[in-house]
């Protein structure tokens, strides 16, 4: 068997898909994106075809080292989301041919289904506690929200209460026993987080999510100094290698890879196989569209460290298509108190409808993250 065709569809509301076809007549399906830079992504994985066509599917391990190490320059978010989406097909496609789903091939299921949650709120979060009361009432046992707007290096306290304040109505109107995922989104610096996750401990939050910046993640020492919370990161990551330092420093306790970014699914198993040694959970971002969930779901299903899974049905960002009206069957993601059931069907176990995605590639988008400012002009972190 070997890959014939590689095929690329930028679809709303911002997504990019890949669909990599062999002379076997397997197809595979992936997802390779970087919000906001769908068609720099698309670029990149259209420079790596080379390298694909010809080759045996099943050589993940060796495609994805000849991608990742035959340039001179790695890593980043642009290669490892080509990298990242290529990969998840690959899995498709191996799937298929020996008709076993993915988590199979990576040791098969450590539980029998997968804890999610859904977001509430908004990039600038309002009237979450109504729609957190709407998610337990079908049934999710926690949500995430983002806990704040713009927020300077040093701001009023009056934005603090604001976010407690958000926090601690959820935490009334759901029960202590709700998860609460509150996103900081890197949004707050360093200084203002450490007031903000003392502020929040009473109501104890599932985890706070991106505290800081990535590339500010020795600031963690200092705000794991300040709470009990659990301290999540790990969305704007990649690979292992992108991991190594932060799991060695031992500040954060939940990590949370994107399996569209930080190099697909057995890059992700790796990095969580790293975790488990250091006593960490795993908890993978997932605010994209089928691929990713389906691709994040085989992870969790065979990772004994995995806790809850991200996904992003009714997402704020999913504004006229969301991840259904892509598939032919839906019920591979239908929720039930708060957990999905793990599909026997074969590769990633999701069945693309390939003629709306190809009606949908022709309306394309050209999604792109928010400009924030401060008041006095200056550019803030969204």
């Avoid at 259209?46 to 035959?70: K, S």
């Avoid at 927020?151 to 935490?171: G, L, Q």
């Avoid at 971002?285 to 299903?301: E, F, Q, R, Y």
């Amino acid at each position: 068997m070997k890959i014939s065709k590689v095929s690329l569809f930028k679809v709303p509301p911002r997504w990019l898909f890949i669909k990599i076809e062999t002379d076997e007549g397997i197809t595979g399906w992936g997802e390779p994106v970087v919000e906001g830079r769908a068609d720099t992504v698309k670029a990149a994985v259209t420079e790596l075809t080379d390298y694909l066509i010809g080759r045996n599917p099943n050589d993940i391990e060796d495609i994805w080292q000849t991608l990742y190490r035959g340039g001179f320059y790695r890593g980043g978010p642009i290669l490892m989301s080509a990298i990242s989406g290529i990969e998840q097909a690959l899995w498709d496609i191996k799937g298929k041919y020996y008709n076993i789903p993915v988590y199979e091939m990576l040791g098969g299921k450590a539980r029998q289904k997968i804890k999610v949650y859904s977001w509430v709120g908004g990039d600038r979060p309002a009237d979450v506690v109504a729609a957190a009361k709407e998610k337990q009432d079908q049934g999710f046992l926690a949500v995430k929200m983002n806990a704040s707007e713009e927020m300077n290096y040093i701001d009023s306290f009056s934005k603090v209460e604001a976010v407690i304040e958000r926090v601690a109505s959820i935490r009334e109107a759901v029960g202590k026993d709700f998860g609460i995922g509150v996103d900081f989104h890197g949004r707050i610096h360093k200084t203002m987080a450490k007031t903000i996750v003392k502020e929040l401990e009473p109501y104890r939050p599932m985890f706070i999510e991106e505290p800081v910046l990535p590339e500010n993640n020795e600031a963690l020492r200092d705000i794991a100094m300040h709470t009990t919370c659990p301290i999540a990161t790990g969305e704007r990551m990649y690979t292992r290698w992108g991991f190594k330092q932060l799991l060695q420093d031992g500040y954060v306790d939940i990590i949370q890879p994107d399996l569209s970014h930080t190099g697909g699914i057995l890059e992700g198993k790796k990095i969580a196989a790293m975790a488990e040694a250091y006593d960490v959970a795993i908890a993978p971002h997932c605010p994209l569209g089928p691929m990713t969930l389906a691709s994040s779901i085989h992870l969790d299903a065979s990772t004994p460290n995995f806790i809850i899974q991200e996904q992003s049905l009714g997402i704020h960002y999913n504004e006229g298509m969301d991840i259904l009206d892509y598939i032919k069957n839906p019920e591979v993601f239908a929720y039930e108190n708060g957990y999905v059931n793990i599909s026997e069907k074969p590769g990633l176990g999701i069945e693309i409808n390939e003629e709306k995605v190809k009606q949908a590639a022709e309306v394309g988008h050209d999604w792109r993250n928010p400009i924030w400012r401060h008041e006095d002009g200056s550019i803030a972190e969204w």
